[in-house]
């Protein structure tokens, strides 16, 4: 009797938090909780998921120097790959998501990518910012910022955030994410 109340409480509980759901407000700028909101993914082609590792070394990004960040590091070549950040579920249309996200390169070498909200019930990208080059010799960071309208097509859909690394053709090339901010109105 105990055991199917719990089954039943956890069951309304799971239906309510659906119900509910809907694009998270994230504001992550320490290396521990951004390191335990990424996640590593291989997208395109033999590509090999990276290793996320929490590190120190970020440069002020906006919100101060040296308050930890993640390396979205190289563990094979070829395909595209990075990290996600789930952004959660379009409950209407018309929801204005904005995200900044900080990234930069401590490399010798460069790093090629870009950011993408992308919808996962789909598999479409929704929006993009350019491709570009962080580089020792030219531009090692770059606040990222996106912004997306959901539209009646996207309700019930699950969205997430990407760091895409376009430049897989050595392990020497590594992107390093400083905070990611998302607010959703
Ligand atoms: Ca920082």
């Not at 409480?9 to 521990?32: Q, R």
């Not at 120097?65 to 094979?76: F, L, M, R």
Request: charged share 25%.
């Amino acid at each position: 009797m105990k055991a199917n109340a719990t089954i039943l409480s956890t069951a309304l509980l799971l239906s309510s938090v659906v119900a509910h759901a809907e694009i998270n407000t994230v504001n992550l700028t320490k290396k521990n909780p951004l390191s335990a909101a990424m996640k590593p993914a291989a997208f395109e082609g033999e590509a090999s998921a990276p290793d996320l590792a929490p590190i120190q070394g970020d440069p002020d990004g906006g919100d101060g120097a040296a308050d930890g960040c993640v390396k979205i590091n190289s563990t094979g070549k070829g395909g595209v790959f990075g990290a996600t950040l789930t952004l959660g579920t379009a409950d209407s249309a018309d929801k204005t998501i904005e995200i900044s996200t900080h990234v930069f390169n401590v490399n010798t070498s460069y790093v090629k990518y870009s950011v993408q909200v992308y919808k996962v019930t789909d598999k479409r990208v929704l929006a993009s910012s350019p491709m570009e080059v962080l580089d020792k010799k030219k531009v090692t960071e770059k606040t990222v910022k996106l912004q997306y309208k959901t539209t009646a097509e996207d309700k019930g859909d699950t969205l997430e955030l990407r760091w895409v690394q376009h430049s897989t053709d050595s392990t020497a090339r590594d992107l390093y994410v400083d905070n990611v901010k998302v607010t959703a109105k």
